[in-house]
């Protein structure tokens, strides 16, 4: 995730995947997760989050 995103010219501030329930860091790859990611692009911070 985070390759991808430097990439593609964006600045993390954090790329993390968390438990989807929870937000809690992932103890088994067992649990549904989310990928929850902030960046800047330029001056513009984006924030977004997935299913993973």
Known sequence: MRSI?????VEIDYAVARDSHTLL???????????????RVGP?????NAAV
């Open 5 to 9: 995103l430097l990439a593609n010219q």
């Open 25 to 39: 860091p992932i103890e088994s790859m067992a649990i549904l997760a989310r990928a929850l990611v902030a960046g």
């Open 44 to 48: 513009v911070r984006l924030i977004d």
